[in-house]
């Protein structure tokens, strides 16, 4: 049974800096498609950073340069670093994860929010200007 759990939200200002892990639990392979997304009030969900097997990742326009996902095999943890953080950042962030069998698959469900099939509960970012 797989097990996502999120930490280290919470409030920063404008620029600076948080980092967020999931903690996992049940995934068996390495060719998972590892993501995270987030929700803004009155907005859909949106793909934000994943990562297929431990090199292929991919990054929504709006994060790129600024945020980096990354990956523990050992510790069955995921990360993103977020950095120069804007108020438009602000959002529920979720930790999701799915077993596909390509990166193409990965970067369609990432940029489509459709077909990860687990997710965590979600934690909060908030960024005050």
């Known amino acids: 049974q797989v097990q996502l759990i999120e930490s280290g939200g919470g409030s920063v200002q404008a620029g600076g800096s948080l980092r967020l892990s999931c903690a996992a639990s049940?995934?068996?392979?390495?060719?998972?498609?590892m993501g995270w997304f987030r929700q803004a009030p009155g907005k859909e969900r949106e793909g934000v950073a994943g990562?297929?097997?431990?090199?292929?990742?991919y990054y929504a326009d709006a994060v790129k340069g600024r945020f980096t996902i990354s990956r523990d095999v050992a510790k069955n943890t995921l990360y993103l670093q977020m950095t120069s953080l804007k108020p438009e950042d602000t959002a529920m962030y979720y930790c999701a994860a799915a077993y596909l069998t390509s990166w193409y698959r990965c970067s369609s469900a990432l940029g489509a929010n459709r077909g990860m099939a687990y997710w965590g509960k979600g934690i909060q970012v908030t960024i005050s200007s």
């Open positions: 049940g995934i068996t392979s390495s060719g998972v498609c």
């Open positions: 990562l297929y097997g431990y090199t292929n990742t």
